[in-house]
């Protein structure tokens, strides 16, 4: 079975548990469709080729037209290749329902691009507690000393300062599956996840679970 699927984040919700607790969850589409299989005598490695939300054909350029035409399924956003076990099962042009892959009790992990911050300061980007706030106090926001003068000579790579924040790749781990709508593809995962609404993620199976 391939260890994963792509999702689309559609946004957050909640809903009740048996005990009547509220669980906030958030709603990811994943109806995935299999482009290409690659095989050890072919490409050395076993995987799956998956992609995500149809795309015009006018948006698309001949090679890749091509591509998708040898595999039997529409024009799409996103490609990746996954791995997993048994993938002798899958067929190119073959859609992948979420359903099939991962049920409720699952433990996922979900990798997505975090939201941009643009330029922050050192308070906010790396929540330093800042300088004096008494009266004639001229670093109360200030990141403080950087580096010596005479030895090294210069600022160590690495050094928490200001600059851009977010926009990178998150993977937030060990998110519970608590609902499976396999007829719409979509999933309901207990807590957040990376991105923005309609940012694309990439859910696999727990690693340490």
């Known amino acids: 079975m391939i260890e994963g699927v792509l999702g689309k984040k559609l946004g957050m919700t909640h809903i009740y548990s048996e005990a009547g607790e509220m669980v906030p969850v958030t709603v990811i589409q994943a109806g995935n469709f299999v482009v290409q299989k690659k095989t050890k005598e072919n490409d050395g490695y076993e995987a799956l080729q998956i992609g995500i939300l149809e795309k015009k054909e006018s948006r698309v350029n001949k090679a890749m037209k091509g591509h998708f035409k040898k595999a039997g399924t529409p024009c799409l956003y996103r490609l990746m290749e996954l791995k997993g076990d048994k993938l002798d099962d899958y067929k190119p042009g073959q859609s992948l329902n979420c359903g099939d892959v991962f049920k409720v009790g ?28 008494s009266h004639g106090s001229m670093h109360n926001r200030a990141p403080g000393s950087i580096g010596s003068s005479s030895d090294p000579s210069r600022v160590y790579k690495g050094m928490r300062m200001a600059g851009h924040m977010g926009s990178a790749k998150v993977t937030v781990q060990n998110l519970k599956v608590v609902g499976v709508r396999a007829e ?7 807590g957040a996840v990376p991105g923005a609404i309609n940012g694309l993620v990439v859910i696999k199976k727990a690693l340490k679970k």
């Open 184 to 190: 719409e593809n979509v999933l309901l995962v207990s």
């Open 106 to 133: 699952d433990f996922i992990d979900v990798s997505g691009t975090s939201k941009g911050k643009g330029f922050m300061g050192s308070m906010r980007r790396h929540h330093f507690s800042g300088g004096a706030e």
